[in-house]
């Protein structure tokens, strides 16, 4: 009685894989985000203390303290002065973070985020 030309629509397992490709985008959307969110804090605090003119002249201990300030100030506890080094060069410390976030998918499955940014810090002489 019903020709094919009729029936229009998605059946109910077509509605369900298009609910799962939505959910598994929608969880690694809501799980990467954050991550790259923070690599942009990072890079947004060491250009704030390139800039610093307070930070100028200071030693590398006192540029790891005011960095780890501002980490601390923009949420980002899990950076740890370990993380960070400080080098001299020529009229300006190198300062760098290297850090790893590391965020849960689905069990065992991990991503895993590498931040490697640098500012040279002017020495104040």
Avoid: C
């Avoid at 005011?66 to 949420?75: A, H, K, S, T």
């Amino acid at each position: 009685m019903y020709r094919l030309k009729q029936q229009r629509g998605m059946t109910a397992i077509g509605w369900l894989l298009v609910l799962a490709i939505i959910i598994l985008a929608s969880l690694i959307f809501i799980k990467l985000v954050p991550m790259y969110l923070n690599t942009f804090k990072i890079t947004s605090a060491l250009n704030s203390l390139k800039s610093d003119p307070m930070a100028q002249g200071k030693p590398p201990s006192e540029l790891k303290k005011l960095l780890l300030n501002r980490f601390n100030i923009d949420m980002l506890p899990d950076i740890t002065a370990d993380e960070i080094t400080v080098t001299h060069g020529d009229r300006s410390y190198n300062v760098r973070v290297e850090h790893q976030f590391k965020e849960q998918m689905l069990g065992d499955l991990y991503v895993v985020l590498f931040v490697d940014e640098s500012a040279d810090v002017p020495t104040g002489q």
